[in-house]
């Protein structure tokens, strides 16, 4: 079992930026990919972005693509999310997650792939 800490939010104007983090514990060499999501209230947990363990190969959803980077610490276990450009959309509780090996018939950005969970650190942008 992995364990999953967020910090980082806040509240910040738009086209401000922020930078998460999520530190891991406990079984850390089973993670095979880590991911960041987020939910508005009122809203479906939706996947932001995600990087492999084993190589930084990264992915994001089309509405954050130019304005957040993944990126990993591997060695210290660490997992970050920076955030520029923010916008009043991308307001919500922010997740990081992490998924083990195996064979999936989800996609990358699906929840049902990822098995531990942090709390979740808030973010709010304002107009």
């Known amino acids: 079992q992995v364990q999953l800490v967020e910090s980082g939010g806040g509240s910040v104007q738009a086209g401000g930026s922020l930078r998460l983090s999520c530190a891991a514990s406990?079984?850390?060499?089973?993670?095979?990919?880590m991911g960041w999501f987020r939910q508005a209230p009122g809203q479906e947990r939706e996947g932001v972005a995600y990087i492999y363990m084993s190589d930084d190969a990264a992915g994001y959803i089309d509405s954050v693509k130019g304005r957040f980077t993944i990126s990993q610490d591997t060695a210290k276990n660490a997992l970050f999310l920076q955030m520029n450009s923010l916008k009043p959309e991308d307001s919500g509780i922010y997740y990081c997650?992490?998924?083990?090996?195996?064979?999936?018939?989800?996609?990358?950005?699906?929840?049902?792939?990822?098995?531990?969970w942090g709390q979740g650190t808030q973010v709010t942008v304002s107009s």
């Open positions: 997650a992490a998924a083990s090996r195996g064979l999936f018939t989800v996609g990358l950005f699906d929840k049902r792939r990822y098995n531990s």
């Open positions: 406990g079984n850390t060499d089973s993670r095979y990919l």
